[in-house]
């Protein structure tokens, strides 16, 4: 009789505890819900930063063209201040040393023809004159449209694009250019004081079988705000379910045990004057 007294009690006993995660899984959860709220609030000022980004680069695109930057500026010349800006050029174009850079347009697969524009100062600036399908890519077959003497260009201040495309790196020993290099396509064709930026020039009617300008792509995806919903969705998923694991017990219903005079071993469930032990069920 005591010993089944004996093994309810503990029953009991251990049925009225309630079972909490170690402490390393408690404080790794509350980190983890630090963090998440960090990484949607980061995405909330990203999105608010890509707004003003965009905002700034319409300004700038739509603005009457400017004169480009003097070669004393060239070293201060950055993406955040100067990239997209409307701007003109006057100066000859070198085109012995054009370089195809390959391109998918809306107009299809193809090349950018990138031609060096000499300045009365000596200066030079890579002019990336539009672009060309496959089957233009032969100077020859474009000679009608090389204009000559001094022109007037005017287009968008690009920032120089390092290394090559995705996955693709330019090879300017073959001659292979996957993106607008600005320094390496300078050293591959000989040229010295050359702009760090090159220029997308503006649309213009098309002469013969020249390259088709303006198509150049402003595009800045701006999907910051899912992100933020996304990481503070799972924040409060895993609010809750601390919620439920810590705070449950504080709305659980009480039951009553009652200890019979009899036996501190043996248990049984009343109600009344003589009730017993709470117990959480």
């Known amino acids: 009789m005591n010993e089944t007294g004996t093994a309810n009690h503990g029953t009991n006993g251990t049925r009225g505890k309630t079972a909490r995660p170690p402490l390393w899984l408690t404080v790794l959860a509350l980190a983890a819900f630090a963090a998440l709220i960090a990484l949607g609030v980061w995405q909330i000022e990203r999105r608010t930063w890509k707004l003003a980004l965009i905002d700034r680069v319409e300004q700038r695109v739509h603005a009457t063209a400017q004169p ?22 006057t100066g000859r174009f070198l085109h012995d040393r054009e370089t195809l850079v390959q391109a998918v347009t ?16 000596g200066t030079l600036v890579l002019i990336n004159r539009g ?21 007037d260009i005017t287009g968008l201040l690009r920032m120089t694009e390092p290394k090559g495309g995705f996955l693709r790196t330019n090879d300017p020993v073959h001659d292979r250019w996957y ?44 999907n910051h705000l899912i992100y933020a919903l996304t990481w503070f969705a799972l924040a409060f998923m895993l609010a809750g379910k601390l919620f439920v694991t810590f705070g449950g017990g504080l709305f659980r219903r009480r039951r009553f045990v009652h200890e019979p005079a009899g036996g501190s071993d043996a248990t049984a469930r009343r109600t009344g004057s003589d009730a017993g032990t709470i117990e959480p069920t």
Do not use: K
């Open 68 to 89: 480009i930057p003097s070669p004393a500026a060239w070293p201060a010349v950055s993406t955040a201040n100067d990239e997209y800006r409307h701007v003109t050029v």
């Open 106 to 121: 809306e107009e299809g697969a193809g090349y950018w023809v990138l031609t060096p524009l000499r300045r009365d100062d």
């Open 131 to 151: 672009f060309v399908p496959s089957e233009r890519r032969d100077a020859s077959t474009r000679q009608d449209s090389n204009p000559q003497g001094q022109v």
């Open 179 to 222: 993106s607008r290099d600005v320094a390496a396509i300078a050293a591959a064709r000989g040229l010295h004081g050359v702009a760090p930026f090159f220029i997308d020039a503006d649309a213009a009617p098309r002469t013969g079988s020249g390259p088709i300008g303006g198509l150049t792509v402003i595009s800045f995806p701006n």
